[in-house]
């Protein structure tokens, strides 16, 4: 028997959060992954081209389509461009937690739109997927994702040390959290 997916798309006031077609793989990388400086805390391999990065985003599809897969494209309600992605991962459904990942647009930053989004998924994973909680797992350099996790209500609870690895270095990462009171 097929499993109900309860993915659904989002909406905020200046922006759609939808599931990831094939289409938005090239505005993705033209937004997001040709710039491997900026990402690199958030996904550790580099893309040296639009065709190197082309195959992850047509993965999606198949994660899509088992179902339950909670990965939203960012989507501005003015342009339709995408410009980040926003996703709930490493689902514990015993304990009933997962993990958030976010990243926004190297062009779009602090202009609120990570807040917007990530405070919506996170209302979605409480309210509809009834997660009691939710973490990030955020590189100690990476000062930006620790305001905005700082900015939406997240506590910071503990360091993993050297728990990512980027090129031959490992970083240690502050495990910021909410909880469903
Ligand atoms: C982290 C990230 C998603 C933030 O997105 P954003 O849309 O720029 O964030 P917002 O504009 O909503 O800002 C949220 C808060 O972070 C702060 N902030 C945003 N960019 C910042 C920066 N470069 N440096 C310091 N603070 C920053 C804002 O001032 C705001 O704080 P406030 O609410 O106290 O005013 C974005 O920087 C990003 O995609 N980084 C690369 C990917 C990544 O590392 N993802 C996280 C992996 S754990």
Redesign the pocket.
């Known amino acids: 028997m097929e499993k109900d997916d309860l993915f659904e798309e989002l909406e905020t006031e200046r922006l759609i959060l939808r599931k990831v077609v094939d289409e938005d793989a090239e505005m993705l990388y033209q937004n997001i992954y040709n710039n491997f400086d ?2 690199k ?2 996904y550790q391999l580099p893309f040296d081209s639009f065709e190197s990065y082309k195959p992850l985003v047509e993965k999606y599809k198949e994660w899509y389509a088992n179902g339950n897969h909670f990965r939203w494209g960012v989507v501005l309600k003015e342009t339709n461009e995408i410009i ?1 992605l926003v996703q709930l991962h490493t689902k514990d459904i015993l304990n009933n937690n997962c993990k958030i ?4 647009s190297y062009k ?9 989004a990530v405070t919506k998924v996170i209302d979605f994973g409480f309210n509809k997927l009834k997660f009691h909680r939710i973490d ?4 100690v350099e ?4 620790i ?2 996790a700082e ?1 939406i209500g997240m506590h910071f609870e503990s360091e993993r040390k050297d728990s990512y690895k980027l090129g031959e270095n490992y970083y240690n990462q502050k495990v910021y959290t909410i909880i469903n009171k």
Do not use: D, P
């Not at 990030?136 to 590189?139: E, L």
């Not at 990476?142 to 994702?145: G, I, M, Q, T, V």
């Open positions: 900026y990402f805390y958030y980040g990942g976010y990243i926004i779009y930053n602090n202009r609120g739109y990570g807040k917007e990030a797992n955020i590189v990476n000062e930006a994702s305001k905005l900015s």
